[in-house]
Nanobody
Framework: QVQLVESGGGLVETGGSLRLSCVASGRTSTTYSVGWFLQTADEEREFVASIALGNGRTGYADFAKGRFSLSKDNEKNTVYLDMNNLKPSDTAVYYC?????????????????WGQGTRVNVSS
């Protein structure tokens, strides 16, 4: 099993930036990619971005393109989500998930493990 811990959330003004971190431990060798999802009250988790741990290939939701950027540090087993030009609509709890398959990056059902989430609040 893989354990994930997110951090880096907080309160930021519109136009500000945050860096979220996702640290993995345990059987990380079984993880093909790490994905970030956001969730607001009474809504399902929504895909934000993902990164393949081997080749570093990334994918982004349309709303994240040009504003959010993924990177990884394999030595630290950490994936970073840099969020810039934040908007009030980005307010949510952000979760990272681990996926062992090399397809379906937007599908929550393919992510076997999740962290506890980190809250992002963007004030207007």
């Amino acid at each position: 099993q893989v354990q994930l811990v997110e951090s880096g959330g907080g309160l930021v003004e519109t136009g500000g930036s945050l860096r979220l971190s996702c640290v993995a431990s345990g059987r990380t060798s079984t993880t093909y990619s790490v994905g970030w999802f956001l969730q607001t009250a009474d809504e399902e988790r929504e895909f934000v971005a993902s990164i393949a741990l081997g080749n570093g290939r990334t994918g982004y939701a349309d709303f994240a393109k040009g504003r959010f950027s993924l990177s990884k540090d394999n030595e630290k087993n950490t994936v970073y989500l840099d969020m810039n030009n934040l908007k009030p609509s980005d307010t949510a709890v952000y979760y990272c998930g681990a996926k062992s398959r090399d397809y379906g990056r937007t599908l929550t059902r393919l992510y076997g493990e999740w962290g506890q989430g980190t809250r992002v609040n963007v004030s207007s």
